[in-house]
């Protein structure tokens, strides 16, 4: 009897275990069938789209962040870090970034390009 309680607790709690996957996955399919139909719209309404009134990197500081960001990823903070200060120009709405060689070291710096309005990246390469 005590075998035939515990194996009905068991199956109990696997139906409930399938029923709740079933349910997130229910969820989460919901949500990319979503986001498919938003960039689906998005695409395809471009013309509706509000147009910016400012670059989405106006500032000195947010153009760093931006390029710290993707720069820390590809080639290591504490390689990156070494590189400042760095070297930084909005010239006719584009970041000019590159890295700046301590003194006496030898090898190269990153250098960044990239559209101040939606951030769309021209040039991203690492001397050596």
């Known amino acids: 009897m005590k075998k035939m309680k515990i194996g009905l607790i ?12 079933a349910q997130e996955s229910k969820i989460k399919s919901d949500e990319l069938i979503h986001a498919e139909q938003l960039l689906d719209y998005a695409l395809k ?31 290591g903070k504490e390689n990156i ?6 070297q930084i120009h909005l010239i006719n709405d584009y970041w000019i970034i590159t890295g700046t060689l301590p003194k006496d070291w030898v090898g190269g710096v990153f250098e960044m390009v990239f559209d101040s309005w939606n951030g769309k990246i021209l040039i991203l390469e690492h001397g050596k």
């Open 10 to 21: 068991l199956i109990i709690g696997f139906l409930i275990s399938t029923n709740l996957q």
């Open 45 to 75: 309404n471009k013309s509706e789209r509000k147009i910016m009134e400012s670059p989405l990197i106006p500032k000195k500081e947010n153009a760093i962040n931006y390029a710290e960001n993707i720069l820390f990823e590809l080639y």
């Open 81 to 86: 870090i070494k590189e400042k200060p760095y």
